[in-house]
């Protein structure tokens, strides 16, 4: 089991840059396959950016992709998203998830640990 705490949202204005990160606990960290996802006000989750277990598969939502890093420290337990170039559109609570599955998947479902998000808000 695995338990994440995500740090590093606030208030940035219009083509600024923010790092999320995002803490876990546990020895496993390395095995899971970590994600970014968020959800806007009035808005279904969504998935944002993935990273396998061994950091050599990373996949971005079209929306995201060019903008935004995703990265992992697995000696630290800690993963990272890098946004730049944000838009009001970002506006959003950023959750950070771990899977068991080998490659990156976007669907919800197959995410079985959750943070409890942190609030981005992209002021324009």
């Known amino acids: 089991q695995v338990q994440l705490v995500e740090h590093g949202g606030r208030l940035v204005q219009a083509g600024g840059s923010l790092r999320l990160s995002c803490a876990a606990s546990?020895?496993?960290?390395?095995?899971?396959?970590m994600a970014w996802f968020r959800q806007a006000p009035g808005k279904e989750r969504e998935f944002v950016a993935g990273?396998?277990?061994?950091?050599?598969?990373?996949y971005y939502a079209d929306s995201v992709k060019g903008r935004f890093t995703i990265s992992r420290d697995n000696a630290n337990n800690t993963q990272y998203l890098q946004m730049n170039s944000l838009k009001p559109e970002d506006t959003a609570v950023y959750y950070c998830?771990?899977?068991?599955?080998?490659?990156?998947?976007?669907?919800?479902?197959?995410?079985?640990?959750w943070g409890q998000g942190t609030q981005v808000t992209v002021s324009s």
């Open positions: 546990g020895r496993t960290f390395s095995s899971y396959t």
């Open positions: 990273i396998s277990w061994f950091g050599g598969n990373t």
């Open positions: 998830a771990a899977s068991r599955t080998i490659v990156v998947v976007t669907t919800i479902s197959s995410y079985a640990y």
